[in-house]
């Protein structure tokens, strides 16, 4: 049964309702974690077209994943609204470029490469370049960064330049180079890569009005989800889609983009207001997925000193009841903490967990190893995500393979489950599972496809074994895996979109995070958003953990990961990356003439007065909130002229970058900052630290000012 489009928006919380009651005209959804963003878009669409605003073929929804275009068109299907197209940006280009090729080129499209690392293998040969296999792949991202960001072979160094962005391999010029024989490589293949789809579409549209105005007049309405991690390329693809016209509606959440090194950027969405005027926002801040506690810790992460949210994010609401406390546990080492973490995992298990809600995340992939062993060891199925896709396992080709073969002697005798579970029989498979290992996981990837069977028969009573293949295809298409009884193991960027009952945060270290080779200020943020992605990526029960050392009996050097500071009040004082001193010893240690300090960056040991002041090296990157630090500068900019002073006089930048680095709770903490006397914390001590809290500046001017 068709609903009506009253039924459509009172399925709606309020802010999911005022998404999908304008279907016209510009609108920006920001929405943060769990608040149900897929759910307020389909239901705006739904109602688009249940109310007559849409006409179904002439709405374009995009995303960023086959698996979500496939998830947007289900619930589009159960809503009773067919015909919209939901595609993946490159996957709606292509179907363009296919589509207008033979009228603006002529002939057939050319071939797309299904990986690049080939040819950068021959340019880098023709170049005579000696790459190894991880360079070559560092390169190939290369190439991807420079196209998706519109650039030259002669307009790529002095970008790289200008974003400071260290590159592998090669100086930018070098690069620059290989970028030009690169594309001559390509052009003698007559091929072209995943970005050229993108950019020839882009051409097209560009230099073809009538091609243009096709499109234009095929899609009136656009939805793009995940709209943060938009690339300058994508955005030039969709403008070009919309023309003069402002039919299109955003949904993003800033404290999400991780996919800078891709070329994307919240900046599209933080700015969009500006290049649609009268533009719709709303945001969605109602969290359906995560426990109070964890929406709490999740807040605080992205928290500044003063509790004001980072990056653009919203501050989370959440729906539903308390559960148990997140937890943050320290082990001696490595080794320890995957041993710590299996045990923690085998516990969730045997009390009843499903090994399919559980999850270990954690920042590179080298982390993955320790704690497959650790869970093999123990018997513990597990399934590393982000490395072979469910549909390519070798086992679930060859199982489908015999599954297609069976379907043409289907004569209905069987039924569907039990015939499905015999022809897996016939790999190998039986009903015992294994102990762990390669070996467990290919029995839960054919176990998967079981109770798949099993499920499609009961969804759909009439069907046979060629209409489940058929679904099995559908599935492959859209990346649309089933679920695999196993615990996940992850990379924090994979986990983005996901979510399980209980996850596990591997490896909280300043150093894996933020990871060392994040420098700049904005580069750490980045680092902050990948700990709130996989905070927010539990229902029920979180645990973060992290090693003092990397090897048994090592030094015990590192230190929790920094982006906890925020949060001692919900996991403790351990979660403090500088432990919180008393006013005595503080005042003991600034009247000291040698001050035992470590740098907050780096962990190591100050020697100058200056480093000592700032609490961290002079080469290492600064870690103060630049909303906390611009608050400070304007109260020392209203201070100045209420006293008729220079601004430096009250306090230097290097000054206020200290405050805003340390955060200090109180007089005795900011008397130990260098360029803070006696005279100057008496006069301005109260009000720098109203200012810290949140204050407002006038107010705080007009109470502390003596003239």
Known sequence: MIPTPDAILDALDPEQREVAAHPSGPMVVLAGAGTGKTRAITHRIAYGVLSGAYHPQRVLAVTF?????????????????????????????????????????????????????PVVAE??????????????????????WAKVNLLTPESYPAAVRAANRDIPVMDATAMGRLLSVYEDVKQERGVIDFEDVLLLTVGILAERDDIAREVRDQYRHFVVDEYQDVNALQQRLLDLWLGERHEVCVVGDPAQTIYSFTGATPRHLLEFG??????????LVRNYRSSLQIVALA????????????????????????????????????????AGIADLVT?????????????????????????????????????????????????????????????????????????VRDVIR??????????????????????????????????????????????????????????????????????????????????????????TMAETAEQIEEERR?????????????????????????????????????????????????????????????SSTVKSRTCRTCGATLTTAVEKGQGRCTNCPATYDEATFERLRQWRLAT????????????????????????????????????????????????????????????????????
Do not use: C
């Open 426 to 515: 016939g790999t190998g498979w039986s009903e015992t599972a294994p102990t762990g290992g390669a070996s467990r996981e290919r029995w839960e990837s054919l176990r998967a496809l079981v109770e798949l069977g099993a499920s499609f028969a009961a969804a759909t009573p009439t069907a046979r074994l060629p209409e489940f293949i058929r679904e099995l295809d559908e599935r492959a298409s859209a990346q649309h895996a089933p679920t695999v009884e196993g615990v996940t193991l992850a990379s924090l960027h994979a986990a983005k979109g996901l979510e399980w009952d209980a996850v596990v945060l591997g490896g909280v270290s300043d150093g894996l995070l933020p990871i």
């Open 530 to 590: 990948l700990l709130y992605v996989g905070v927010t990526r539990a229902r029920e029960e979180l645990v973060l953990s992290w090693a003092r050392a990397r090897n048994p009996g090592g030094r015990a050097s590192r230190r929790v990961s920094r982006f906890l500071d925020t949060a001692a009040s919900i996991l403790g004082e351990g979660a403090r990356s500088q432990p919180k001193t008393t006013a005595r010893v503080r005042r003991e240690s600034s």
């Open 65 to 117: 994943t086959a698996r979500a275009a496939g998830e947007m068109r289900t619930r589009l299907r159960d809503l009773g609204v067919g015909g919209v197209q939901a595609r993946t940006f490159h996957a709606a280009a292509l179907r363009q470029l296919h589509y207008f090729w033979p009228k603006a080129i002529g002939g057939a499209a050319p071939e797309v490469l299904a990986h690049k690392a």
């Open 123 to 144: 340019t880098a040969g023709r170049l005579r370049l000696r790459l190894d296999r991880s360079e070559l792949r560092d390169v190939a991202a290369e190439v991807e």
């Open 274 to 283: 500006s290049h649609q005027p009268g533009a719709r926002t709303v945001q």
């Open 640 to 707: 100045s002229k209420a006293q008729q002073l220079p601004a430096f006089v009250v306090f230097t930048d290097a000054t206020l970058i200290a405050i805003a680095e340390t955060t200090p709770e109180d007089l005795a903490g900011l008397s130990v900052i260098s360029g803070i006397g006696a005279r100057k914390l008496d006069q301005y001590g109260a009000a720098v630290l109203e200012v810290l809290r949140g204050g407002d500046i006038d107010d705080i001017v007009a109470s502390h000012t003596h003239t």
């Open 347 to 419: 516990g969730w298990i045997d009390a009843g967990r499903p090994a399919s809600q559980i999850a270990i995340l954690f920042r590179t992939n080298g982390q993955s190893e320790a704690f497959e062993s650790a869970l093999a060891a123990r018997g513990v199925p597990y399934l590393v995500r982000g490395g072979e896709r469910f549909f390519s396992r070798r086992e679930v080709r060859e199982a489908i393979v015999l599954l297609r073969g069976a379907a043409r002697s289907d004569d209905g005798s069987v039924d569907l489950p039990t015939l």
């Open 299 to 338: 807040n605080r992460v992205v928290s500044g000193p003063s509790g004001m949210p980072r990056s653009g994010a919203v501050t989370l609401q959440a729906q539903r009841g308390p559960g148990p406390a997140p937890r943050l546990i320290a082990h001696d080492d490595d080794e320890a903490e995957a």
